[in-house]
DNA sequence: GAAAAACATTGACAAATGATAAAAAATCAC
DNA sequence: GTGATTTTTTATCATTTGTCAATGTTTTTC
């Protein structure tokens, strides 16, 4: 497993083996069921993870008791609640397997510390925020410009794993609609 | 109005007056009319703006070549097309002034410099990203679990000056709806 | 492997939002 | 200031999406 982040960190930083070492060392394995909960409502987050095989989300319950999943990591992708983690603040939202999944957790103190001692985790801390920027951003314009059908049309097309591995309740509370609405929307195809 | 932004600084930023007048001295005075436009979709975004009076929106046009409003700043808060910015690549917005407003800018390449020799460039960089990615997760929210109608009231309670400054056809495109249907929900309040 | 629970589909209807058009009001340009 | 342009409001109707309820299917649990 930790071979996997090794290699996720060559492929996508410019750094050397010595720091990589160092890094990847500060991750702890992690086995988790599907449906188990890493993170709930209320917490400060600990905890980033990186997923090697499995899928996870991050969601929150709005005022009607409805899920609503604002973010989904599958393998090779990390996933905090961002701003607990960075700020160590109570989180708002619950983070979740959505399959049987292998991953690797780093703690804020660890990662706090390298991030002083290796330009690795320095860069590592910019990307991951950037990503997560870009992500959000991608999402806002989606609502902005599309309707339910499109954003579905389109999430098949950039990311039929999500549709494939996830149930219509979790991919509807990702789209932001009903799972009658979704499970319409899959028939007048 | 280089004195706002140093007031800015102090208040926001755990810095010295060395290092304040540093960075203020890369920013330039540009004064913007109404509806004026400072960069265009295609260009490579090459200023990060700070608003000291007016209000400047980022927006995009969709494929039915509606306008949706991503981002709206108003006094004392900064606003470029991110990512263009930092990755220097092409944007798919517009930035436009939405009042005759009082701006200082910032090139890319003094932000990179000063960004290696001044904690504070540094400090105001990860600040931004933050403040960005929170915005955006905000609105990400806002989009999963609140209708139109909520979204408008909650605009109201949270950034009145928004609804009360700018047109209803920009703060309908904002709020990811038409004019019509914000013209209506203004009445059935 | 059977019972229970969770999830997915479908139908009927309601509510929210969009599209179009026309009139009223506000703003802009000269 | 006045005519032209843009924005806002209002009305009607169409479409999309939500709600509720019933049923079928899959998954989980023991």
Same mark, same amino acid.
Not at 78 to 88: D, E, M
Not at 117 to 128: C, G, I, R, S
């Given at each position: ?9 060559? #492929? #996508? ?21 599907? #449906? ?12 980033? +993870? ?8 991050? +969601?929150?319950? @709005?005022? @009607? ?70 992500? #959000? ?53």
């Amino acid at each position: 497993m930790t071979e996997q982040l090794k290699t996720y960190f060559g #492929n #996508n930083f410019q750094t050397t083996p010595t720091e990589v070492e160092k890094l990847v060392s500060a991750f702890k394995e992690k086995s988790v069921k599907k #449906n188990e909960t890493l993170i709930s409502k209320g917490e400060v987050c600990r905890y980033a +993870y990186f997923v090697c095989k499995g899928s996870v989300r991050a +969601y929150f319950i @709005d005022d @009607d008791g409805q899920e609503a999943t604002r973010y989904i990591a599958l393998e090779n992708q990390f996933i905090t609640t961002v701003h607990s983690f960075i700020a160590q603040t109570p989180t708002n939202e619950f983070i979740q397997a959505t399959e049987q999944s292998e991953l690797l957790q780093i703690s804020y103190t660890d990662f706090k510390k390298l991030i002083e001692e290796t330009t690795l985790a320095k860069d590592l801390y910019n990307k991951q925020l950037e990503v997560a920027y870009v992500t #959000n951003h991608w999402r806002v314009e989606s609502f902005l410009k599309m309707s339910a059908k499109q954003r579905y049309d389109f999430l098949i097309e950039v990311n039929p794993a999500i549709i494939q591995r996830l149930s219509n309740k979790i991919v509807a509370s990702y789209l932001g609609i009903t799972q009658e609405s979704l499970s319409r929307l899959k028939v007048q195809k």
